[in-house]
């Protein structure tokens, strides 16, 4: 029952996330409305992993933490459209200006630890989501898509291959389960898909409108496949830190958001700053 549910509701995960990017070029208010409710729904369980010392968020601190993180997000698009990134350096001013200023009015507690758990929930879930944005916005909903794919083909690799043969644990002491033969084998699935990439006609077309090349593709599999690893293993060391099993659960199945989202918080600023490398290399050589 719980591979139903767990499939089930993945399911709907994958659809949400697939329709959003597609109706992206005629309509971006499904995919703003979606991920700006990962990204509130992202803070309160970042929050919840990250306050050691047990005593509750003020709800003021907490509207201005997902006020703020959505405004990145949102910003972070704008910047591309007006070609200019001080907006996104604008929505970061702000909400650090009004986050601080507010600190002086809270009870009486610890207001280094209240301040360090906001600025981690924030840069740690609306600024990668925020960058999501971004890259879509200068690249291609399409390419997006793509990024999404790599990370639910390095799952589906790294689960199915770890299950049939992993034997040499990854990082045991924050994560029993993963084995190296997993991380292999999820990375195979994800080179293969960024080759097919750029050698099928069709998924050229679709996936691939910048004209990338094969190389760029490779480069950017693997390093969505370190990323999603990395990714993966912090949340899991925040979850183990705080004794927790899963993030929340909003997902049956699954857990939190989070819990889904995990890996695509390391990936989305790894990629963007493979693909603005390239274009550096491109200009001067």
């Not at 803070?43 to 919840?48: F, G, H, P, R, T």
């Not at 001080?86 to 009004?98: F, G, Q, T």
């Not at 989202?261 to 493979?274: E, H, N, R």
Request: hydrophobic letters at 55%; glycine letters at 8%.
């Amino acid at each position: 029952m719980n591979i139903v549910k767990r499939t089930l509701f993945g399911g709907i995960y994958v659809i949400l996330i697939v329709v959003s990017l597609l109706t992206w070029d005629s309509s971006k208010t499904f995919f703003n409305i979606l991920f700006a409710c990962f990204i509130v729904l992202g803070l309160l369980e970042a929050s919840k992993l990250l306050n050691h010392d047990g005593k509750p968020v003020h709800k003021w601190i907490t509207a201005i933490d997902c006020a703020g993180g959505v405004g990145m997000f949102i910003a972070a698009h704008l910047s591309w459209i007006a070609s200019s990134g001080s907006l996104l350096l604008i929505a970061i001013a702000l909400y650090l200006l009004v986050r601080f200023s507010v600190q002086l009015y809270m009870p009486q507690h610890n207001a280094v630890a209240c301040v360090r758990q906001s600025l981690a929930s924030v840069f740690y879930v609306a600024l990668p989501l925020a960058m999501l944005n971004a890259l879509i916005a200068k690249f291609s909903p399409q390419l997006a898509l793509a990024v999404f794919i790599f990370i639910w083909l390095y799952d589906t690799g790294a689960f199915l291959v770890g299950c049939a043969i992993g034997k040499h644990r990854l990082f045991e002491r924050i994560s029993p389960k993963k084995s190296w033969e997993g991380v292999a084998g999820g990375a195979v699935f994800v080179i293969a898909f960024a080759i097919a990439i750029s050698c099928v006609p069709t998924l050229n077309v679709f996936f691939n409108p910048r004209s990338l090349s094969i190389d760029t593709w490779i480069v950017m599999g693997i390093t969505a496949v370190v990323a999603a690893t990395l990714g993966d293993l912090f949340e899991s060391l925040l979850k183990r830190t705080a004794g927790v099993k899963d993030s929340g659960n909003i997902i049956p199945g699954h857990g939190g958001i989070l819990d889904r989202i995990d890996s695509l918080l390391f990936v989305v600023p790894a990629i963007f700053v493979v693909l603005e490398f390239v274009e550096i290399i491109h200009k001067f050589f």
